[in-house]
């Protein structure tokens, strides 16, 4: 029985890339099912294709094969790979980073390198630009079907090694918590840092209470104020900043029916660094 298949690219919907995947996969198996993750991953951002990729594999069922391509360096002497999860589920992708979110936050169980040469679509081996459709979606959907084993995708390769783009750990720093801004709630503007529910639960703070945040862009403080710790957005009242754990249970700074990166025209990466701790007293005298 063929397993689900679900793409991720760079390449939007507006030519026929993504159809063109589609269309080798059902070739393959045409019982196969594919879905979509997503294909507005911005043009070579590979952060961005990690975090999405973390975000969504650990709820799909064992045996569920992903195909990720953002591929910057397509055509060049990166490697591709193929990796299970130790949940279960397949990723093949190249080897430039993508993995990292998945690497260590659900565990790599198993890696392959992915030999291009042999995996790959017939009457392609002068196409040197388009590996999504040529390499990648061909041996998912080889994989998804069951016409190749895991195991007969290439030689072993040590998880270990897999690239890993740069990153920094959330950590506690006298009374505050203090990481990244890794990614923005692409659609409502919600801000989503690397610090840990588990973490956040040392400062001691309840629902309702409120903590203090700021936020910088390398050594320039771009904001600070405080604001309330929230089950959800409708506890606080409309256009009113909030502090809560999405849905990776991560800590998260939103607006409520309101955008916070836009308002205050935050990015995401390293450079880009939140601190929280418990908002102080004010004493009136």
């Not at 393959?28 to 979509?36: C, E």
């Not at 995708?153 to 990481?179: I, K, N, T």
Request: net charge negative.
């Amino acid at each position: 029985m063929s397993k689900a298949l679900v793409y991720q690219t760079d390449f939007g919907t507006a030519d026929g890339a993504v159809s063109a995947m589609y269309g080798v996969a059902l070739k393959v198996d045409p019982a196969l099912t594919i879905f979509d993750l997503t294909h507005d991953i911005p043009q070579y951002n590979i952060w961005e294709a990690s975090y999405r990729l973390v975000q969504t594999v650990q709820y799909w069922p064992e045996g569920t094969v992903f195909v990720s391509v953002v591929d910057p360096g397509v055509g060049s002497s990166r490697q591709s790979v193929a990796v299970r999860t130790r949940a279960g589920q397949i990723i093949v992708t190249p080897d430039n980073g993508t993995l990292t979110h998945v690497k260590l936050l659900l565990g790599i169980a198993e890696a392959r390198v992915l030999k291009e040469d042999v995996n790959r679509l017939s009457g392609s081996e002068l196409s040197y630009t388009f590996h999504g459709r040529d390499v990648y979606a061909y041996t998912g959907a080889r994989l998804a079907s069951g016409q190749l084993a895991f195991e007969a995708v290439g030689e072993p390769l040590d998880p270990a090694s897999l690239v890993e783009l740069p990153h920094v750990d959330a950590e506690r720093s006298g009374d505050a918590l203090e990481g990244t801004i890794d990614v923005l709630d692409v659609r409502f503007g919600s801000l989503w840092s690397n610090i840990p529910h588990s973490l956040f639960l040392s400062l001691g703070v309840d629902y309702g209470k409120r903590v203090e945040v700021s936020l910088r862009n390398d050594t320039r403080e771009v904001y600070r104020n405080t604001m309330v710790y929230a089950r959800s957005f409708a506890d606080v009242s409309l256009g009113e900043p909030l502090v809560y754990i999405n849905s990776i249970l991560n800590v998260a700074v939103a607006i409520n029916q309101g955008s916070f990166a836009r308002a205050y025209n935050i990015g995401t990466g390293l450079s880009w660094k939140i601190a929280i701790r418990k908002a102080p007293r004010i004493i009136y005298e």
